[in-house]
Protein backbone atom coordinates (compact mmCIF):
# COMPACT_ATOMS: atom_id res chain seq x y z
CA UNK A 1 0.00 0.00 0.00
CA UNK A 2 1.33 3.41 -1.43
CA UNK A 3 0.53 6.60 1.37
CA UNK A 4 -1.91 8.03 -1.65
CA UNK A 5 -4.04 5.31 -1.11
CA UNK A 6 -4.31 5.70 2.73
CA UNK A 7 -6.99 7.91 3.71
CA UNK A 8 -7.35 7.21 7.26
CA UNK A 9 -3.74 6.56 9.67
CA UNK A 10 -4.54 6.78 13.34
CA UNK A 11 -1.58 5.74 15.55
CA UNK A 12 -1.54 5.29 19.35
CA UNK A 13 -4.98 7.23 19.41
CA UNK A 14 -6.34 8.16 23.10
CA UNK A 15 -8.64 10.84 23.85
CA UNK A 16 -10.18 11.45 27.86
CA UNK A 17 -12.88 13.43 28.98
CA UNK A 18 -13.02 14.87 31.80
CA UNK A 19 -15.98 15.20 34.12
CA UNK A 20 -16.44 15.64 37.52
CA UNK A 21 -16.44 11.93 38.54
CA UNK A 22 -13.12 11.15 37.65
CA UNK A 23 -11.38 10.60 34.04
CA UNK A 24 -13.12 8.92 31.22
CA UNK A 25 -11.17 7.47 28.80
CA UNK A 26 -13.10 7.09 25.38
CA UNK A 27 -10.02 6.18 22.96
CA UNK A 28 -7.23 4.43 24.39
CA UNK A 29 -4.40 3.23 21.82
CA UNK A 30 -6.33 3.11 18.99
CA UNK A 31 -4.25 2.02 15.49
CA UNK A 32 -5.91 2.10 12.51
CA UNK A 33 -5.64 2.64 8.91
CA UNK A 34 -8.51 2.92 6.61
CA UNK A 35 -7.54 3.01 2.78
CA UNK A 36 -9.24 4.59 -0.36
CA UNK A 37 -12.22 2.64 -1.35
CA UNK A 38 -12.79 0.90 1.68
CA UNK A 39 -16.12 0.13 3.40
CA UNK A 40 -14.70 0.00 6.93
CA UNK A 41 -17.51 -0.52 9.77
CA UNK A 42 -16.84 0.04 13.74
CA UNK A 43 -18.94 -2.05 15.65
CA UNK A 44 -19.47 -2.38 19.29
CA UNK A 45 -21.57 -2.17 22.70
CA UNK A 46 -22.46 1.51 23.58
CA UNK A 47 -19.68 3.23 25.23
CA UNK A 48 -17.16 1.91 23.29
CA UNK A 49 -16.32 4.81 21.58
CA UNK A 50 -17.35 4.40 18.15
CA UNK A 51 -18.87 7.58 17.57
CA UNK A 52 -15.79 9.48 19.39
CA UNK A 53 -13.77 7.80 16.64
CA UNK A 54 -16.09 8.96 13.94
CA UNK A 55 -15.94 12.18 15.62
CA UNK A 56 -12.32 12.28 15.88
CA UNK A 57 -12.00 11.36 12.12
CA UNK A 58 -14.25 14.45 11.68
CA UNK A 59 -12.66 17.25 14.00
CA UNK A 60 -15.33 17.24 15.96
CA UNK A 61 -13.74 15.90 19.16
CA UNK A 62 -9.72 16.12 19.69
CA UNK A 63 -7.61 13.54 20.74
CA UNK A 64 -5.42 13.91 23.29
CA UNK A 65 -2.90 12.28 22.51
CA UNK A 66 -1.44 10.07 19.49
CA UNK A 67 -1.57 11.04 15.93
CA UNK A 68 -4.43 11.06 13.16
CA UNK A 69 -4.41 12.06 9.51
CA UNK A 70 -6.69 11.90 7.24
CA UNK A 71 -6.14 12.68 3.42
CA UNK A 72 -2.35 13.39 4.81
CA UNK A 73 -4.14 16.60 6.44
CA UNK A 74 -4.72 16.99 10.12
CA UNK A 75 -8.24 16.22 10.68
CA UNK A 76 -9.26 20.36 11.23
CA UNK A 77 -7.56 21.39 7.62
CA UNK A 78 -9.39 17.92 6.27
CA UNK A 79 -12.40 19.71 8.08
CA UNK A 80 -11.94 23.09 6.64
CA UNK A 81 -11.02 21.75 2.94
CA UNK A 82 -14.44 19.88 3.29
CA UNK A 83 -13.19 16.56 2.65
CA UNK A 84 -15.99 14.33 4.12
CA UNK A 85 -19.68 14.37 4.39
CA UNK A 86 -20.86 13.20 7.53
CA UNK A 87 -24.24 11.85 8.07
CA UNK A 88 -25.68 11.49 11.54
CA UNK A 89 -27.74 10.03 13.60
CA UNK A 90 -30.84 11.69 12.83
CA UNK A 91 -31.71 13.50 9.36
CA UNK A 92 -31.41 17.01 11.03
CA UNK A 93 -32.95 18.51 8.24
CA UNK A 94 -33.84 22.08 8.21
CA UNK A 95 -37.51 22.35 8.57
CA UNK A 96 -38.22 25.72 6.86
CA UNK A 97 -35.81 24.78 3.96
CA UNK A 98 -37.31 22.46 1.37
CA UNK A 99 -35.76 18.86 0.37
CA UNK A 100 -33.98 20.43 -2.38
CA UNK A 101 -32.89 23.47 -0.21
CA UNK A 102 -31.41 21.06 2.44
CA UNK A 103 -29.13 19.30 0.19
CA UNK A 104 -28.32 22.80 -1.18
CA UNK A 105 -27.05 23.82 2.50
CA UNK A 106 -23.22 22.77 1.78
CA UNK A 107 -23.37 24.27 -1.38
CA UNK A 108 -24.50 27.74 -0.19
CA UNK A 109 -21.81 27.57 2.07
CA UNK A 110 -18.95 26.43 0.11
CA UNK A 111 -20.20 29.21 -2.39
CA UNK A 112 -21.45 27.37 -4.97
CA UNK A 113 -22.86 29.32 -7.86
CA UNK A 114 -26.47 28.77 -8.71
CA UNK A 115 -26.60 26.47 -12.13
CA UNK A 116 -24.10 24.60 -9.78
CA UNK A 117 -26.01 23.93 -7.07
CA UNK A 118 -29.11 22.86 -9.47
CA UNK A 119 -27.89 20.17 -11.27
CA UNK A 120 -25.91 18.66 -7.83
CA UNK A 121 -28.97 18.86 -5.96
CA UNK A 122 -30.35 17.26 -8.76
CA UNK A 123 -27.97 14.46 -9.39
CA UNK A 124 -27.45 13.83 -5.77
CA UNK A 125 -31.65 13.70 -5.08
CA UNK A 126 -31.81 10.85 -7.90
CA UNK A 127 -29.12 9.06 -6.35
CA UNK A 128 -30.85 8.32 -3.18
CA UNK A 129 -34.03 7.57 -5.37
CA UNK A 130 -35.81 11.16 -4.09
CA UNK A 131 -35.78 12.82 -7.58
CA UNK A 132 -39.23 14.50 -7.44
CA UNK A 133 -38.97 15.07 -3.72
CA UNK A 134 -37.33 18.49 -4.02
CA UNK A 135 -39.95 20.73 -3.42
CA UNK A 136 -41.85 18.89 0.06
CA UNK A 137 -40.41 19.75 3.46
CA UNK A 138 -38.67 17.49 5.28
CA UNK A 139 -41.89 17.17 7.39
CA UNK A 140 -44.08 16.30 4.98
CA UNK A 141 -41.74 12.70 4.34
CA UNK A 142 -41.41 9.58 5.91
CA UNK A 143 -38.26 9.23 8.11
CA UNK A 144 -36.32 6.51 5.91
CA UNK A 145 -37.23 9.44 2.98
CA UNK A 146 -35.94 12.31 5.51
CA UNK A 147 -32.60 9.64 6.07
CA UNK A 148 -31.93 9.08 2.53
CA UNK A 149 -32.31 13.02 2.00
CA UNK A 150 -29.25 13.86 4.19
CA UNK A 151 -27.22 11.01 2.65
CA UNK A 152 -28.04 13.33 -0.29
CA UNK A 153 -27.27 16.26 1.41
CA UNK A 154 -23.44 14.85 2.32
CA UNK A 155 -22.59 13.38 -1.11
CA UNK A 156 -23.40 16.95 -2.52
CA UNK A 157 -20.51 17.92 -1.25
CA UNK A 158 -19.02 15.25 -3.18
CA UNK A 159 -16.83 14.05 -0.73
CA UNK A 160 -14.02 10.72 -1.49
CA UNK A 161 -14.74 10.10 2.17
CA UNK A 162 -18.22 9.36 3.34
CA UNK A 163 -18.35 9.30 7.46
CA UNK A 164 -22.05 7.49 9.02
CA UNK A 165 -22.59 7.52 12.32
CA UNK A 166 -25.64 4.61 12.83
CA UNK A 167 -27.78 6.82 10.19
CA UNK A 168 -30.23 4.33 9.93
CA UNK A 169 -30.22 3.09 13.48
CA UNK A 170 -33.70 4.88 14.06
CA UNK A 171 -35.74 3.11 11.06
CA UNK A 172 -37.33 -0.21 11.35
CA UNK A 173 -35.70 -3.25 10.02
CA UNK A 174 -37.62 -3.23 6.44
CA UNK A 175 -36.64 0.12 5.66
CA UNK A 176 -33.19 -0.44 7.21
CA UNK A 177 -32.54 -3.22 5.15
CA UNK A 178 -33.86 -1.58 1.57
CA UNK A 179 -31.12 1.49 2.65
CA UNK A 180 -28.52 -0.99 3.10
CA UNK A 181 -28.81 -2.30 -0.12
CA UNK A 182 -28.98 0.95 -1.44
CA UNK A 183 -25.95 2.27 0.20
CA UNK A 184 -23.55 -0.55 -1.27
CA UNK A 185 -24.54 -0.23 -4.49
CA UNK A 186 -24.23 3.78 -4.31
CA UNK A 187 -20.61 2.43 -3.08
CA UNK A 188 -19.64 0.57 -5.86
CA UNK A 189 -21.15 3.24 -8.11
CA UNK A 190 -18.91 6.34 -6.84
CA UNK A 191 -15.74 4.20 -5.05
CA UNK A 192 -15.98 6.18 -2.00
CA UNK A 193 -14.51 5.59 1.31
CA UNK A 194 -16.60 4.90 3.95
CA UNK A 195 -16.61 5.05 7.74
CA UNK A 196 -20.27 3.70 9.18
CA UNK A 197 -20.64 3.03 12.62
CA UNK A 198 -23.10 0.65 13.76
CA UNK A 199 -24.18 -1.36 16.54
CA UNK A 200 -25.54 -4.44 14.37
CA UNK A 201 -23.44 -7.38 13.47
CA UNK A 202 -25.82 -8.29 10.17
CA UNK A 203 -25.61 -4.98 9.15
CA UNK A 204 -21.90 -4.24 9.68
CA UNK A 205 -21.34 -7.67 7.80
CA UNK A 206 -23.83 -7.24 5.10
CA UNK A 207 -21.89 -3.90 4.34
CA UNK A 208 -18.13 -3.71 5.07
CA UNK A 209 -15.22 -5.27 3.67
CA UNK A 210 -13.39 -4.52 7.07
CA UNK A 211 -15.02 -4.84 10.42
CA UNK A 212 -13.44 -3.22 13.40
CA UNK A 213 -14.54 -4.43 16.57
CA UNK A 214 -14.30 -2.49 19.83
CA UNK A 215 -14.63 -2.86 23.51
CA UNK A 216 -15.49 -0.60 26.34
CA UNK A 217 -14.24 0.95 29.39
CA UNK A 218 -12.09 1.86 28.03
CA UNK A 219 -12.84 2.24 24.28
CA UNK A 220 -10.52 0.49 22.94
CA UNK A 221 -9.94 -1.72 19.13
CA UNK A 222 -10.59 -5.36 19.81
CA UNK A 223 -10.01 -6.86 16.48
CA UNK A 224 -9.99 -5.95 12.85
CA UNK A 225 -11.81 -8.15 10.65
CA UNK A 226 -11.33 -8.23 6.50
CA UNK A 227 -14.55 -9.58 5.11
CA UNK A 228 -13.76 -12.50 2.40
CA UNK A 229 -17.54 -12.35 1.08
CA UNK A 230 -17.95 -11.11 -2.61
CA UNK A 231 -17.97 -7.57 -2.90
CA UNK A 232 -21.47 -8.04 -5.16
CA UNK A 233 -23.87 -8.49 -2.65
CA UNK A 234 -27.43 -8.81 -2.12
CA UNK A 235 -29.63 -9.39 0.64
CA UNK A 236 -30.20 -13.06 0.54
CA UNK A 237 -26.03 -13.06 1.12
CA UNK A 238 -27.26 -13.06 4.73
CA UNK A 239 -28.65 -16.58 4.44
CA UNK A 240 -25.33 -18.05 2.94
CA UNK A 241 -22.71 -19.79 4.99
CA UNK A 242 -19.87 -17.85 4.68
CA UNK A 243 -22.08 -14.60 6.22
CA UNK A 244 -23.24 -16.77 9.20
CA UNK A 245 -19.22 -17.85 9.63
CA UNK A 246 -18.15 -13.88 9.45
CA UNK A 247 -21.16 -12.74 12.25
CA UNK A 248 -20.24 -15.39 14.08
CA UNK A 249 -16.52 -13.96 14.53
CA UNK A 250 -17.47 -10.75 14.98
CA UNK A 251 -19.79 -12.03 17.77
CA UNK A 252 -17.10 -13.93 18.93
CA UNK A 253 -14.64 -10.39 18.85
CA UNK A 254 -17.35 -9.04 20.76
CA UNK A 255 -17.74 -11.27 23.59
CA UNK A 256 -13.87 -10.97 23.83
CA UNK A 257 -14.09 -7.34 24.63
CA UNK A 258 -16.08 -8.34 27.58
CA UNK A 259 -18.41 -6.55 25.95
CA UNK A 260 -20.92 -9.06 24.59
CA UNK A 261 -23.03 -9.33 28.16
CA UNK A 262 -23.76 -5.89 28.13
CA UNK A 263 -24.96 -5.60 24.88
CA UNK A 264 -27.59 -8.50 25.20
CA UNK B 1 -89.14 -1.00 18.84
CA UNK B 2 -86.69 -4.26 18.67
CA UNK B 3 -89.09 -5.67 16.35
CA UNK B 4 -88.46 -3.29 13.93
CA UNK B 5 -84.86 -3.39 14.18
CA UNK B 6 -84.93 -7.18 13.93
CA UNK B 7 -87.47 -6.84 10.94
CA UNK B 8 -84.68 -4.43 9.35
CA UNK B 9 -81.71 -7.30 9.52
CA UNK B 10 -83.96 -10.04 8.16
CA UNK B 11 -85.25 -8.08 5.31
CA UNK B 12 -81.94 -6.14 5.11
CA UNK B 13 -83.56 -2.97 3.86
CA UNK B 14 -81.86 -0.03 5.05
CA UNK B 15 -82.41 1.08 8.82
CA UNK B 16 -84.17 4.46 9.21
CA UNK B 17 -81.55 7.21 10.33
CA UNK B 18 -80.94 7.37 14.31
CA UNK B 19 -83.27 10.02 15.40
CA UNK B 20 -81.17 12.87 16.70
CA UNK B 21 -80.64 13.56 19.93
CA UNK B 22 -80.69 17.30 20.89
CA UNK B 23 -77.91 18.51 23.14
CA UNK B 24 -78.52 19.66 26.73
CA UNK B 25 -76.94 23.16 25.32
CA UNK B 26 -79.61 22.89 22.07
CA UNK B 27 -82.53 22.26 24.64
CA UNK B 28 -81.87 24.93 26.71
CA UNK B 29 -81.06 27.87 24.62
CA UNK B 30 -84.38 27.13 22.33
CA UNK B 31 -86.37 26.32 25.13
CA UNK B 32 -85.53 29.05 26.74
CA UNK B 33 -86.03 31.27 23.99
CA UNK B 34 -89.12 30.44 23.55
CA UNK B 35 -90.34 29.98 27.74
CA UNK B 36 -89.09 33.64 27.79
CA UNK B 37 -91.32 34.98 24.66
CA UNK B 38 -94.29 33.18 26.35
CA UNK B 39 -93.77 34.76 29.44
CA UNK B 40 -92.79 38.39 27.69
CA UNK B 41 -96.40 37.67 25.73
CA UNK B 42 -98.01 37.11 29.39
CA UNK B 43 -96.19 40.06 31.05
CA UNK B 44 -97.42 42.57 28.39
CA UNK B 45 -94.34 42.96 26.06
CA UNK B 46 -95.23 43.84 22.65
CA UNK B 47 -97.12 41.19 21.20
CA UNK B 48 -95.75 40.69 17.61
CA UNK B 49 -92.23 40.50 18.85
CA UNK B 50 -92.81 37.93 21.34
CA UNK B 51 -94.86 35.82 18.95
CA UNK B 52 -92.08 35.86 16.22
CA UNK B 53 -89.21 35.53 18.63
CA UNK B 54 -91.37 32.14 20.15
CA UNK B 55 -92.14 30.99 16.39
CA UNK B 56 -88.73 31.35 14.83
CA UNK B 57 -87.56 29.30 18.47
CA UNK B 58 -90.12 26.55 17.95
CA UNK B 59 -89.24 26.24 14.36
CA UNK B 60 -85.01 26.09 15.29
CA UNK B 61 -85.73 23.47 17.46
CA UNK B 62 -87.14 21.28 15.01
CA UNK B 63 -85.21 22.75 11.78
CA UNK B 64 -81.75 22.11 13.51
CA UNK B 65 -81.81 17.85 12.77
CA UNK B 66 -81.89 18.88 9.13
CA UNK B 67 -79.42 21.68 8.40
CA UNK B 68 -77.68 23.70 10.96
CA UNK B 69 -76.81 26.73 8.74
CA UNK B 70 -81.05 27.24 8.48
CA UNK B 71 -81.25 27.19 12.08
CA UNK B 72 -78.63 29.46 12.44
CA UNK B 73 -79.85 32.17 9.90
CA UNK B 74 -83.42 32.20 10.92
CA UNK B 75 -82.05 32.44 14.94
CA UNK B 76 -79.60 34.84 13.80
CA UNK B 77 -81.96 37.12 12.16
CA UNK B 78 -84.50 36.67 14.07
CA UNK B 79 -82.65 37.56 17.22
CA UNK B 80 -81.06 41.03 15.32
CA UNK B 81 -84.79 41.97 13.94
CA UNK B 82 -85.69 41.81 17.90
CA UNK B 83 -82.68 43.85 19.49
CA UNK B 84 -84.03 46.26 17.22
CA UNK B 85 -87.03 47.00 17.71
CA UNK B 86 -86.20 46.63 21.49
CA UNK B 87 -83.39 49.55 21.15
CA UNK B 88 -86.23 51.42 19.44
CA UNK B 89 -88.58 50.63 22.16
CA UNK B 90 -85.80 51.46 25.49
CA UNK B 91 -86.35 55.63 25.57
CA UNK B 92 -89.86 54.74 26.21
CA UNK B 93 -90.07 54.34 29.91
CA UNK B 94 -93.66 53.00 29.87
CA UNK B 95 -92.38 49.99 27.56
CA UNK B 96 -89.52 49.07 30.34
CA UNK B 97 -91.20 46.25 32.32
CA UNK B 98 -90.67 42.78 33.00
CA UNK B 99 -91.77 41.64 29.91
CA UNK B 100 -89.50 43.85 28.26
CA UNK B 101 -86.48 42.30 30.17
CA UNK B 102 -87.85 38.94 29.09
CA UNK B 103 -88.19 39.30 25.47
CA UNK B 104 -84.29 41.04 25.85
CA UNK B 105 -83.01 37.45 27.56
CA UNK B 106 -84.88 36.07 24.84
CA UNK B 107 -83.74 37.52 22.09
CA UNK B 108 -79.72 37.18 23.90
CA UNK B 109 -80.42 33.13 23.97
CA UNK B 110 -82.02 32.81 20.10
CA UNK B 111 -78.28 34.87 19.26
CA UNK B 112 -76.72 32.24 21.60
CA UNK B 113 -78.45 29.26 20.11
CA UNK B 114 -77.28 30.85 16.54
CA UNK B 115 -74.01 31.11 17.41
CA UNK B 116 -74.06 27.90 19.05
CA UNK B 117 -75.33 26.18 15.85
CA UNK B 118 -72.60 27.88 13.96
CA UNK B 119 -69.95 26.79 15.97
CA UNK B 120 -71.07 22.98 15.89
CA UNK B 121 -71.14 22.75 12.01
CA UNK B 122 -68.90 20.90 10.93
CA UNK B 123 -67.44 21.23 7.63
CA UNK B 124 -64.13 20.30 5.52
CA UNK B 125 -64.38 22.95 3.28
CA UNK B 126 -61.58 25.43 3.90
CA UNK B 127 -63.61 28.89 2.63
CA UNK B 128 -66.37 27.94 4.67
CA UNK B 129 -64.68 27.40 7.62
CA UNK B 130 -62.99 30.62 7.37
CA UNK B 131 -65.90 32.56 6.94
CA UNK B 132 -67.44 30.82 10.11
CA UNK B 133 -64.20 31.53 12.28
CA UNK B 134 -64.81 35.65 11.07
CA UNK B 135 -68.89 35.38 12.03
CA UNK B 136 -68.58 33.65 15.04
CA UNK B 137 -66.50 36.48 17.19
CA UNK B 138 -68.28 38.92 14.81
CA UNK B 139 -71.72 38.16 15.66
CA UNK B 140 -70.42 37.43 19.65
CA UNK B 141 -69.03 40.81 20.21
CA UNK B 142 -72.19 42.26 18.47
CA UNK B 143 -74.32 40.82 21.25
CA UNK B 144 -71.80 42.36 23.75
CA UNK B 145 -72.70 45.66 22.34
CA UNK B 146 -76.35 45.01 21.99
CA UNK B 147 -76.67 44.13 25.78
CA UNK B 148 -74.31 46.90 26.79
CA UNK B 149 -76.77 49.36 25.05
CA UNK B 150 -80.34 48.06 26.26
CA UNK B 151 -78.59 47.37 29.68
CA UNK B 152 -77.26 50.87 30.23
CA UNK B 153 -80.15 52.88 28.15
CA UNK B 154 -82.94 50.49 29.81
CA UNK B 155 -81.43 50.44 33.20
CA UNK B 156 -80.70 54.36 32.69
CA UNK B 157 -76.82 53.53 34.08
CA UNK B 158 -75.30 57.05 34.62
CA UNK B 159 -73.60 58.70 31.35
CA UNK B 160 -70.36 59.04 33.89
CA UNK B 161 -70.40 55.23 34.83
CA UNK B 162 -70.68 53.92 31.71
CA UNK B 163 -71.94 55.19 28.32
CA UNK B 164 -73.74 53.46 25.81
CA UNK B 165 -72.11 52.16 22.69
CA UNK B 166 -74.44 54.62 20.40
CA UNK B 167 -73.23 57.39 22.20
CA UNK B 168 -69.38 56.36 22.11
CA UNK B 169 -70.26 55.55 18.39
CA UNK B 170 -71.58 59.04 18.16
CA UNK B 171 -69.12 61.06 19.77
CA UNK B 172 -66.77 58.54 17.30
CA UNK B 173 -67.87 60.09 14.43
CA UNK B 174 -68.20 63.46 15.71
CA UNK B 175 -64.42 63.76 16.72
CA UNK B 176 -63.12 61.93 13.73
CA UNK B 177 -60.78 64.78 13.35
CA UNK B 178 -59.27 65.15 17.01
CA UNK B 179 -59.32 61.48 17.25
CA UNK B 180 -56.84 61.27 14.10
CA UNK B 181 -54.53 63.69 15.56
CA UNK B 182 -54.25 61.86 18.12
CA UNK B 183 -53.30 58.80 16.92
CA UNK B 184 -51.55 59.92 14.82
CA UNK B 185 -49.17 61.74 17.77
CA UNK B 186 -49.11 58.06 20.24
CA UNK B 187 -49.41 55.23 17.63
CA UNK B 188 -48.14 56.39 14.14
CA UNK B 189 -44.92 58.25 16.16
CA UNK B 190 -44.22 57.22 19.61
CA UNK B 191 -45.49 53.44 19.49
CA UNK B 192 -44.30 52.46 15.94
CA UNK B 193 -40.79 54.38 16.53
CA UNK B 194 -40.29 53.07 19.71
CA UNK B 195 -41.13 49.55 18.70
CA UNK B 196 -39.14 49.91 15.77
CA UNK B 197 -36.08 51.31 17.76
CA UNK B 198 -36.62 48.95 21.28
CA UNK B 199 -37.27 45.74 19.19
CA UNK B 200 -34.44 46.30 16.81
CA UNK B 201 -31.59 47.45 19.39
CA UNK B 202 -33.02 44.12 21.59
CA UNK B 203 -32.05 42.08 18.93
CA UNK B 204 -28.24 43.71 17.90
CA UNK B 205 -27.74 43.90 21.44
CA UNK B 206 -28.60 39.96 21.45
CA UNK B 207 -26.30 39.09 18.62
CA UNK B 208 -23.68 41.15 20.48
CA UNK B 209 -24.07 39.10 23.95
CA UNK B 210 -23.70 35.95 21.39
CA UNK B 211 -20.47 37.33 20.67
CA UNK B 212 -18.85 37.59 23.69
CA UNK B 213 -18.94 36.21 26.91
CA UNK B 214 -18.19 39.49 28.76
CA UNK B 215 -20.97 41.12 27.59
CA UNK B 216 -22.93 37.98 28.50
CA UNK B 217 -21.89 38.33 31.87
CA UNK B 218 -22.34 42.05 32.45
CA UNK B 219 -25.48 43.55 30.11
CA UNK B 220 -27.74 40.80 30.61
CA UNK B 221 -28.50 41.36 34.32
CA UNK B 222 -27.99 45.19 33.43
CA UNK B 223 -30.97 44.75 30.72
CA UNK B 224 -33.38 43.02 33.65
CA UNK B 225 -32.74 45.98 35.46
CA UNK B 226 -33.98 48.26 32.92
CA UNK B 227 -37.25 45.83 32.49
CA UNK B 228 -37.84 46.39 36.21
CA UNK B 229 -37.89 50.19 36.01
CA UNK B 230 -41.40 51.46 36.85
CA UNK B 231 -42.75 53.29 33.90
CA UNK B 232 -44.33 55.94 35.97
CA UNK B 233 -40.67 56.78 37.17
CA UNK B 234 -38.90 56.73 34.32
CA UNK B 235 -42.02 57.97 32.14
CA UNK B 236 -41.18 61.50 34.13
CA UNK B 237 -37.66 61.32 33.78
CA UNK B 238 -37.84 60.97 29.89
CA UNK B 239 -40.04 64.22 29.49
CA UNK B 240 -37.39 65.81 31.22
CA UNK B 241 -34.50 64.30 28.82
CA UNK B 242 -36.36 64.59 25.34
CA UNK B 243 -38.84 67.63 26.02
CA UNK B 244 -42.50 66.93 26.01
CA UNK B 245 -43.00 65.97 22.29
CA UNK B 246 -43.23 62.57 20.72
CA UNK B 247 -39.63 61.15 21.83
CA UNK B 248 -40.18 61.03 25.50
CA UNK B 249 -42.74 58.90 24.79
CA UNK B 250 -40.87 56.34 22.35
CA UNK B 251 -38.18 56.60 24.75
CA UNK B 252 -40.52 55.04 27.49
CA UNK B 253 -41.18 52.84 24.72
CA UNK B 254 -37.99 51.57 23.92
CA UNK B 255 -37.46 50.50 27.84
CA UNK B 256 -40.44 49.16 27.64
CA UNK B 257 -39.68 46.64 24.22
CA UNK B 258 -35.81 46.39 24.76
CA UNK B 259 -36.03 43.83 27.35
CA UNK B 260 -38.89 41.39 26.12
CA UNK B 261 -36.49 40.98 22.54
CA UNK B 262 -33.32 40.63 23.93
CA UNK B 263 -33.93 38.01 26.57
CA UNK B 264 -36.41 36.03 23.56
CA UNK B 265 -33.57 36.40 21.26
CA UNK B 266 -30.98 35.34 23.51
CA UNK B 267 -32.51 32.08 24.21
CA UNK B 268 -33.73 31.46 20.81
CA UNK B 269 -30.35 31.89 19.44
CA UNK B 270 -29.66 29.26 21.45
CA UNK B 271 -32.22 26.88 20.62
CA UNK B 272 -30.65 24.77 17.90
CA UNK B 273 -29.33 21.41 18.42
CA UNK B 274 -25.88 20.45 18.90
CA UNK B 275 -26.28 17.66 16.18
CA UNK B 276 -27.46 20.62 13.93
CA UNK B 277 -24.05 22.68 14.92
CA UNK B 278 -22.12 19.75 14.15
CA UNK B 279 -23.35 19.54 11.13
CA UNK B 280 -22.38 23.01 10.39
CA UNK B 281 -18.90 22.60 11.53
CA UNK B 282 -18.84 19.83 8.96
CA UNK B 283 -19.68 22.06 6.50
CA UNK B 284 -16.93 24.55 7.68
CA UNK B 285 -19.23 27.27 7.68
CA UNK B 286 -18.43 30.47 9.48
CA UNK B 287 -19.87 32.14 12.54
CA UNK B 288 -22.24 34.67 10.06
CA UNK B 289 -22.94 31.91 8.19
CA UNK B 290 -24.11 29.52 11.02
CA UNK B 291 -26.16 32.50 11.99
CA UNK B 292 -27.85 33.13 9.23
CA UNK B 293 -28.71 29.79 7.83
CA UNK B 294 -29.28 28.21 10.70
CA UNK B 295 -29.45 29.98 14.55
CA UNK B 296 -31.41 32.88 13.01
CA UNK B 297 -34.10 30.60 11.71
CA UNK B 298 -34.15 28.59 14.56
CA UNK B 299 -35.00 31.57 16.92
CA UNK B 300 -37.63 33.35 15.10
CA UNK B 301 -40.12 31.64 16.94
CA UNK B 302 -38.64 33.17 20.26
CA UNK B 303 -38.39 36.27 18.48
CA UNK B 304 -41.86 36.33 16.93
CA UNK B 305 -43.42 35.57 20.79
CA UNK B 306 -41.50 38.96 21.83
CA UNK B 307 -42.37 41.02 18.79
CA UNK B 308 -46.42 40.02 19.84
CA UNK B 309 -45.63 40.71 23.61
CA UNK B 310 -43.92 44.20 23.14
CA UNK B 311 -46.55 45.02 20.48
CA UNK B 312 -49.02 45.46 23.39
CA UNK B 313 -46.46 46.92 26.12
CA UNK B 314 -45.46 49.90 23.67
CA UNK B 315 -49.21 50.95 23.52
CA UNK B 316 -49.53 50.82 27.19
CA UNK B 317 -46.08 52.30 27.63
CA UNK B 318 -47.03 55.34 24.65
CA UNK B 319 -50.45 55.91 26.52
CA UNK B 320 -49.24 56.08 29.85
CA UNK B 321 -46.22 57.82 29.65
CA UNK B 322 -48.71 61.05 28.13
CA UNK B 323 -49.79 61.33 31.53
CA UNK B 324 -46.86 62.80 32.74
CA UNK B 325 -46.56 66.11 30.38
CA UNK B 326 -47.26 66.26 26.84
CA UNK B 327 -48.40 69.10 23.95
CA UNK B 328 -51.80 68.97 23.84
CA UNK B 329 -52.23 66.11 21.28
CA UNK B 330 -52.18 62.37 21.98
CA UNK B 331 -54.22 59.50 23.31
CA UNK B 332 -52.76 59.26 26.57
CA UNK B 333 -53.35 63.54 27.14
CA UNK B 334 -56.65 63.03 25.42
CA UNK B 335 -57.49 60.52 28.13
CA UNK B 336 -56.23 61.79 30.91
CA UNK B 337 -58.27 65.10 30.27
CA UNK B 338 -61.26 64.62 29.26
CA UNK B 339 -61.37 62.08 32.14
CA UNK B 340 -61.21 65.38 34.52
CA UNK B 341 -63.86 67.12 32.72
CA UNK B 342 -66.47 64.08 32.83
CA UNK B 343 -66.48 63.69 28.87
CA UNK B 344 -66.53 59.57 29.57
CA UNK B 345 -67.49 59.22 26.02
CA UNK B 346 -64.95 60.69 24.22
CA UNK B 347 -62.53 58.22 26.82
CA UNK B 348 -64.01 55.23 25.47
CA UNK B 349 -63.69 56.31 21.83
CA UNK B 350 -60.26 57.05 22.51
CA UNK B 351 -60.29 53.26 24.41
CA UNK B 352 -62.01 52.27 21.11
CA UNK B 353 -59.57 53.72 18.93
CA UNK B 354 -56.51 51.89 21.45
CA UNK B 355 -58.34 49.04 21.45
CA UNK B 356 -58.81 48.50 17.25
CA UNK B 357 -54.83 49.95 16.60
CA UNK B 358 -53.39 47.27 19.30
CA UNK B 359 -55.56 44.59 17.91
CA UNK B 360 -54.63 45.10 14.56
CA UNK B 361 -50.82 45.25 15.28
CA UNK B 362 -50.98 42.48 17.21
CA UNK B 363 -52.52 40.66 14.52
CA UNK B 364 -50.03 41.67 12.00
CA UNK B 365 -47.13 40.27 14.10
CA UNK B 366 -49.36 37.07 13.99
CA UNK B 367 -49.73 37.14 10.46
CA UNK B 368 -46.19 37.60 9.36
CA UNK B 369 -45.58 34.82 12.19
CA UNK B 370 -47.56 32.75 10.39
CA UNK B 371 -45.57 33.21 7.14
CA UNK B 372 -41.66 33.37 8.59
CA UNK B 373 -42.65 30.47 10.77
CA UNK B 374 -44.74 28.02 9.04
CA UNK B 375 -42.39 24.98 9.05
CA UNK B 376 -42.81 25.10 13.64
CA UNK B 377 -45.18 22.74 14.71
CA UNK B 378 -47.04 24.63 16.67
CA UNK B 379 -47.81 26.27 12.90
CA UNK B 380 -48.29 24.14 10.75
CA UNK B 381 -50.47 21.39 12.61
Redesign the interface.
Do not use: V
Given at each position: MNDASRVIEVNGLSLIFPTSDGDVHALQDIDLTINQGDFVSFIGPSGCGKTTLLRVIADLEQATSGSIEVNGMTPEEARLARAYGYVFQAASLYPWRTIASNVALPLEIMGLKGDEIRSRVEHNLALVDLAGFGRKYPWQLSGGMQQRASIARALAVEPDLLLMDEPFGALDEIVRDHLNEQLLKLWAKTNKTVVFVTHSIPEAVFLSNKIVVMSPRPGRIQEVIESDLPAERDLSIRETQAFLHLANRVRDGLRAGHSYDEVS | MAESVNLHVITGEPQAARPYRFRAMERFLFGGAGMLALLGLLLQAPWQISLATLAVALIAFLQLKRSRLLAAIATGAMALVAANSLIDLVDQPEAINAGFWCLVAAAWLLAWGCVDQLSAIKTLSRSYRTVLNVLIPVLFGLWLLILWELLTRGLNVPQVLLPAPSQIGQRFMESRAILWMDFKQTFLRAVLIGYAIGCGAGFIVAILIDRSPFLQRGLLPIGNLVSALPIVGVAPIMVMWFGFDWPSKAAVVIIMTFFPMLVNTVSGLSAA?P??H????????SYW?SLF??RI?EALPFIFNALKINSTLAMIGAIVAEFFGTPTLGMGFRISTEVGRMNVDMVWAEIAVAALAGSLFYGLVALLERIF?????SV?S
Open positions: - | QMQDLMKTYAAQKLPTFWHPR
